[in-house]
């Protein structure tokens, strides 16, 4: 089957595709997702891999107290040194952005929906003593009580 899915839609690629095609098949059947590349410049090392390490420090913030710059700072000079990774040029704050977004941390603002409107401040006390309650006074005799 997988031959005649190559020379159906990519004619003239040869066997070596068609068990390219069987093989990522079979792998999809067993785990549900392709394999991953092994090709490119990336060679699957990563200082990343040694993901607890970073999770554990993360989890120790309270929610909404991360940020990419502290992530930055923390992995260079706690988490990574503490793994034995001595790197002469520190992790960029871009780089730390893109393990937090690895290990599925989002860039949100928290907000909870409380206004405060500075009510007890001098100038906006002024403004409600001298100018709200004196209009508020002259429309009284228009208002239904």
Same mark, same amino acid.
């Given at each position: 089957m997988s031959e005649d899915i190559v020379w159906q839609w990519h004619e003239g690629q040869g066997i070596h595709f068609a068990h390219q095609?069987?093989?990522h098949a079979c792998h999809y059947q067993l785990?549900?997702?392709l394999p991953v590349e092994k090709q490119g410049a990336d060679s699957?090392?990563?200082l990343l891999n040694d993901k607890q390490a970073a999770r554990t420090y993360l989890l120790s913030f309270p929610t909404g107290d991360i940020t990419s710059k502290k992530f930055? $700072?923390?992995?260079n000079k706690q988490i990574l040194p503490s793994l034995g990774y001595n790197l002469s040029v520190g992790l960029s704050e871009c780089m730390a952005r893109q393990w937090l977004i690895k290990m599925g941390w989002q860039r949100k603002?928290?907000?909870k929906g409380v206004y405060m409107d500075?009510?007890?401040r001098?100038?906006?006390r002024?403004? $409600?003593d001298q100018v709200v309650l004196p209009l508020m006074a002259t429309l009284d005799a228009r208002m239904v009580h």
């Open positions: 095609v069987w093989m785990y549900e997702q699957g090392k990563s930055q $700072h923390a992995l603002t928290l907000r500075g009510h007890k001098a100038d906006v002024t403004y $409600h």
